[in-house]
């Protein structure tokens, strides 16, 4: 009697439950963690808010905006010369352009004609620009020489400058000053500090 008793309170108690591995602790522990509250996720769609980024795509901070006397011509010209591509042009009814945007290598250049009844002019009305357009390019010399053949004149002969640049100038026909460089040389402030010194004594006068 007190056998079967025995193995009845032996059948009647609950299996002993193992512990649960490491892994599996971590697991658990992990996908709580993970697990976003009821509501979060939208809560935290609406604080965030869209980047403006305010700068068309393909502009720099800043940009070159020429004013010409005849920007369609200029456009045509300026493909010739410096290989720039034309990117749109928005003409007024009397056929002159508001808005010209062409791209020179990586970067934008805007135009307009000249409109004097509005006090915009060109450099042929002022008589000069007071503005350098600086292009760097692989072969100074060969866009140099591109660029006289489409019609520009020597502003200041290409040569290997003192600052490192082989530099030169050209003038289109419309009245802008181009420069043209290529990097030949890296140099230091101080190196540029002595070769400047040795190429001012050299000039005639010193």
Do not use: N
């Not at 609406?46 to 980047?51: E, R």
């Not at 070159?64 to 290989?83: C, P, S």
């Not at 915009?120 to 006289?148: C, I």
């Not at 230091?188 to 040795?198: H, S």
Request: glycine share 10%; proline share 6%; charged share 30%.
């Amino acid at each position: 009697m007190a056998r079967s008793k025995a193995k009845s309170r032996a059948k009647a108690k609950p299996a002993r439950r193992h512990a649960p591995s490491r892994k599996t602790a971590a697991k658990k522990a992990a996908s709580k963690k993970a697990a976003p509250k009821r509501g979060a996720a939208y809560r935290s769609a609406a604080k965030a808010k869209p980047k403006k980024k305010g700068i068309p795509e393909g502009f720099g901070t800043v940009t070159a905006h020429l004013i010409v006397e005849g920007v369609a011509d200029a456009m045509d010209f300026y493909k010739r010369a410096f290989g720039a591509e034309e990117l749109g042009r928005m003409p007024m009814p009397d056929g002159r352009l508001m808005h010209g945007l062409m791209k020179l290598g990586d970067t934008m250049v805007m135009l307009v004609d000249a409109f004097e009844d509005y006090g915009v002019k060109g450099p042929k009305a002022l008589g000069g620009s007071t503005v350098t357009l600086h292009v760097y390019v692989p072969d100074a010399d060969e866009a140099f020489q591109q660029a006289l053949d489409a019609g520009c004149t020597v502003a200041m002969p290409i040569a290997d400058m003192f600052w490192g640049d082989r530099y030169g100038k050209v003038k289109d026909p419309f009245g802008h000053e181009w420069s043209i460089a290529t990097k030949i040389r890296d140099m230091t402030p101080e190196e540029m500090e002595e070769a400047q010194k040795a190429a001012f004594a050299q000039q005639p006068g010193r």
